[in-house]
């Protein structure tokens, strides 16, 4: 079974700049997670799709943060403009059912960003 | 609002000790609790998955207990090896449906 996909693996950019990242979970899994990892801290929850519709996006800054997931498939992570502090690993997960309690999250290789 | 530490922030060990990593948690009300493993420059590997009934889980060489009352969870690795250096994590599910909360994961390095 192929795992979460997540490309680019790496991206420097200068700040105020734009940058995309784009996952692809694995087949069949309904929901798909966004986490930003800063270094030395655990992942954070930026955004959660349940399909295509957005379950939980309360910690994404939306001023500047913006993702989407169309078809329900895969997804696609926005920055812009990009800040010094956005500097992170941007990993994806995904899991087969949302309301199951004992679901495991499947995580991707994620994409590291450097904003200088 | 939980919050997850773990202790300790990093530990160097000889190949072959025992060794445990804890995890505490504030908010007892937790579905399940998750280990993971983070090799530099990699994604999670999940490890061990508690559910919030069970007590322990054991996968090889590695044990996890959960103790929901007072807020804490141990991995227990058993003869450590250099293989097993990395960043181990824990994250507690707080809620039916919702995402995991992590802690910031301890790193470990098994000398040889």
């Known amino acids: 079974e192929a795992g979460v996909a997540q490309s680019p693996r790496y991206k420097i950019i200068e700040k105020r700049q734009s940058v995309a990242f784009w996952c692809n979970p694995i087949?069949?899994?309904?929901?798909l997670y966004w986490y930003q990892q800063i270094l030395g801290q655990g992942p954070k929850l930026l955004i959660q799709?349940?399909?295509?519709?957005?379950?939980?996006d309360s910690q994404l800054p939306k001023d500047r943060f913006s993702a989407e997931r169309l078809k329900g498939v895969d997804s696609t992570l926005k920055i812009q403009p990009a800040k010094l502090e956005d500097s992170a690993v941007y990993l994806c997960?995904?899991?087969?059912?949302?309301?199951?309690?004992?679901?495991?999250?499947?995580f991707g290789p994620g994409t590291r960003l450097t904003v200088l | 609002k939980q919050e997850v530490t773990q202790i300790p922030a990093a530990l160097s060990v000889p190949e072959g000790e025992n060794l445990v990593l804890n995890c505490s948690f504030t908010?007892?009300?937790?579905?399940?609790l998750q280990w993971f493993r983070q090799d530099p420059g990699k994604g999670l590997t999940s490890l061990l998955l508690?559910?919030?009934?069970?007590r322990e889980q054991t996968s090889g060489r590695l044990n996890a207990s959960l103790d929901k009352s007072s807020g804490r969870s141990t991995l227990y690795i058993a003869a450590s090896q250099p293989g097993d250096s990395a960043t181990y994590l824990c994250?507690?599910?707080?809620?039916?449906?919702?995402?995991?909360?992590f802690g910031p994961g301890t790193r470990l390095s098994v000398l040889p």
């Open positions: 997960a995904s899991s087969p059912l949302r309301l199951a309690v004992n679901n495991e999250q499947f």
């Open positions: 087949s069949g899994h309904a929901t």
């Open positions: 799709f349940q399909n295509n519709g957005v379950v939980d």
């Open positions: 908010d007892s009300a937790i579905y399940n």
């Open positions: 508690i559910q919030s009934s069970q």
């Open positions: 994250a507690v599910r707080v809620n039916y449906g919702q995402n995991f909360v």
